[in-house]
């Protein structure tokens, strides 16, 4: 074998390896999961209950309820890939300022909750946790947010559902979408488990949408969210905030985003 040949080999075996250890690993790029038992203790400001829920596929979903007297309504809150809701639950604490009622979970291999990982499975997970809210809260306007890899559920749940409203923070067009925007040069259709498609629920979603977005964030790119945008139509009832300079963590420090916030749960 001459050197060509060699070089031309052992860039395909390298090319081959790094699509195995893609595959393989993308659990651990994907879900960055805080662990704990199920004795630990939660310490907020705001009074909380604390619950289990069962789900399809050996789940078990672990929520913290911040119950406000008369609210406006109940927000089902699902986070990002990152943490758990001990770090969570303090995002979703925020918005009972807005005087609704909020129940934040962990998904499954999160904090408290268990369960095996699979795209199907989370979804799953998200629908039992909104059977819950309805049952338990049958006479509020129920509503669902999103955060970041939170979205690519809450898309898909509003859809199935009738929520009163959805809001959207940094949310993606796909997780298909921003893999390959990150991983141009592999063949990350044929790799990704997990896609997480918005784009083909956001035209199904039949209440009041309210997306909110940074410029400069280096997880989810802005342009992946304005795709989003656009993917919902023309004649839906939806409002995209474009936060300046805002990264992915950081929109709550712009007054910007407290506002529309505001405006969009008040109306």
């Excluded at 913290?64 to 109940?74: A, H, L, S």
């Excluded at 909104?130 to 890899?149: K, T, V």
């Excluded at 592999?186 to 949408?209: A, G, M, N, Q, T």
Aim: charge should be neutral.
């Amino acid at each position: 074998m001459n050197i060509a040949l060699q070089i031309v080999f052992y860039v395909l075996v390298a090319y081959a390896v790094i699509c195995m250890v893609y595959y393989l690993a993308q659990e651990k790029f994907i879900f960055i999961p805080f662990k704990y038992g199920k004795s630990f203790k939660y310490k907020l400001a705001t009074e909380f209950e604390e619950v289990f829920i069962t789900t399809p596929y050996k789940g078990t979903i672990n929520a913290i309820i911040f119950e406000k007297p008369d609210p406006q309504g109940v927000i089902l809150y699902l986070h990002g890939n990152t943490g758990s809701l001990n770090r969570w639950a303090l995002m979703a604490e925020e918005l009972t300022h807005f005087n609704y009622t909020i129940m934040a979970i962990d998904f499954r291999g999160y904090g408290k909750s268990k369960g095996p990982l699979k795209e199907e499975f989370l979804h799953a997970d998200a629908q039992a946790c909104w059977d819950y809210l309805e049952d338990r809260f049958p006479e509020l306007p129920r509503s669902i947010y999103g955060r970041s890899l939170g979205t690519g559920m809450a898309v898909k749940l509003a859809s199935a559902n009738a929520p009163n409203r959805l809001i959207l923070e940094t949310p993606f067009f796909s997780l298909l979408d921003v893999a390959q925007f990150y991983f141009p040069f592999l063949p990350i259709k044929l790799l990704l488990r997990y896609e997480f498609r918005s784009d083909k629920y956001i035209s199904s979603v039949i209440c009041p949408i309210l997306i909110l977005h940074g410029t400069k964030d280096r997880i989810v790119p802005y342009h992946s969210a304005l795709k989003l945008f656009q993917a919902a139509g023309a004649e839906k009832d939806i409002q995209m905030v474009t936060i300046v300079g805002g990264k992915h963590n950081n929109l709550n420090a712009y007054p910007l985003f407290h506002e529309k916030l505001a405006q969009f749960l008040e109306q």
